[in-house]
């Protein structure tokens, strides 16, 4: 079982940044892709990017390509998602997700393993 606990989320005025890390109860963190996926109070849950297990390959959405780098440290069984030039359509719950096949997927039921999420908000 691998357990996920996103932080770094708050409240930022449009055009600055945030930077949300997701990390790890253990040591198998190192084998599984990693994703961020974001969510709205009655929308679809939304694929915003994926690492793999080894750092070397990523997937971003549209929406948020250039704007965001997602990054792992294999070490501190962390991985991070660094948010710039943030608007208010960014505002969403984020999620962390962990897929043991490192598939770099924007399916969400590719994921076994989820957060609880963290609450970014972008004001205008």
């Known amino acids: 079982q691998v357990w996920l606990v996103e932080s770094g989320g708050g409240l930022v005025q449009a055009g600055g940044s945030l930077r949300l890390s997701c990390a790890a109860s253990?040591?198998?963190?190192?084998?599984?892709?990693i994703s961020w996926f974001r969510q709205v109070p009655g929308k679809e849950r939304e694929f915003v990017a994926a690492?793999?297990?080894?750092?070397?390959?990523?997937n971003y959405a549209d929406s948020v390509k250039v704007r965001f780098t997602i990054s792992r440290d294999n070490v501190k069984n962390t991985a991070y998602l660094q948010m710039n030039s943030l608007k208010p359509e960014d505002t969403a719950v984020y999620y962390c997700?962990?897929?043991?096949?490192?598939?770099?997927?924007?399916?969400?039921?590719?994921?076994?393993?989820w957060g609880q999420g963290t609450q970014v908000t972008v004001s205008s």
């Open positions: 690492i793999s297990w080894g750092g070397g390959r990523t």
């Open positions: 253990e040591r198998s963190f190192s084998n599984y892709g």
């Open positions: 997700a962990a897929d043991p096949r490192s598939r770099n997927s924007n399916w969400a039921a590719h994921y076994e393993y």
